[in-house]
């Protein structure tokens, strides 16, 4: 079983539409959590760090589930510049050891 | 401010070959990750070092190794290369400890492969 766990998709939805990704982890141990972003043939960068009481940025909304061991990512009023691959991100903090998730492709279309 | 560097961009290899990758972090940054993504596949952990010393591994056998020297930059070494190691070797930088945030600042990486 892979430790961070990502449906691939893709997502395809119009603009304007909301869209929910998903992310299970196995390893209890994890205590940071993230949701990183990957445009096509570019590396991956930082949308927004995940904590237990859930968070917000724009358009975006995180929330943790730690009894679950699940994580997932809300996008408002999906803009085209919003397609890109998602990255769930879980991390043992101690041991600096991100462990990704294979990505949740999203494609925005007019 | 110039982000994460990485060199060289691309790189051909034969069997049995060794590679060696350099990257420089973000001014300020003492820790540098290594991670391999290979074609279809997440970014695996490869390497952390902070202040000059490797920190932890993932679960990479020992031909892939690395160091970070005093300026803080990096290399990755991968001797007796075989074809499954093509792929692409991304380097991070973050700031070091007392002040990680958990945010990695990723390079555009140096894609291998083994022929």
């Known amino acids: 079983r892979k430790e961070v766990e990502q449906d691939p998709g893709p997502f395809n939805v119009p603009e304007g539409a909301t869209v929910a990704f998903n992310c299970t982890y196995s390893?209890?141990?994890?205590?940071?959590f993230f949701w990183y972003r990957q445009d096509c043939r570019k590396e991956p960068k930082l949308l927004m760090s995940v904590y237990s009481s859930g968070n917000e940025d724009g358009r975006f909304t995180a929330q943790l589930n730690r009894a679950s061991q699940y994580i997932s990512l809300l996008i408002r009023d999906s803009k085209l510049s919003d397609s890109a691959t998602y990255l769930c991100?879980?991390?043992?903090?101690?041991?600096?050891?991100?462990?990704f998730g294979s990505g949740t492709r999203l494609q925005v279309q007019p | 401010e110039a982000g994460v560097t990485q060199s060289p961009t691309h790189l051909i290899k034969t069997r049995g070959q060794q590679a060696t990758l350099r990257c420089s972090p973000i001014s300020g940054h003492t820790s540098v990750y290594w991670y391999q993504q290979a074609l279809g596949l997440g970014l695996q952990f490869l390497l952390w070092y902070d202040e000059g010393e490797e920190r932890n591994r993932g679960n990479f056998p020992p031909r892939f190794s690395g160091r970070q020297f005093p300026n803080y930059s990096s290399e990755l070494n991968v001797n007796a290369l075989e074809l499954e190691d093509s792929a692409l070797y991304l380097c991070a930088s973050s700031l070091g400890r007392g002040a990680y945030t958990g945010e990695l600042f990723f390079g555009e990486g140096s894609r291998l492969t083994v022929l």
């Open positions: 991100v879980v991390e043992d903090t101690g041991r600096r050891a991100l462990t």
């Open positions: 390893n209890s141990a994890s205590q940071s």
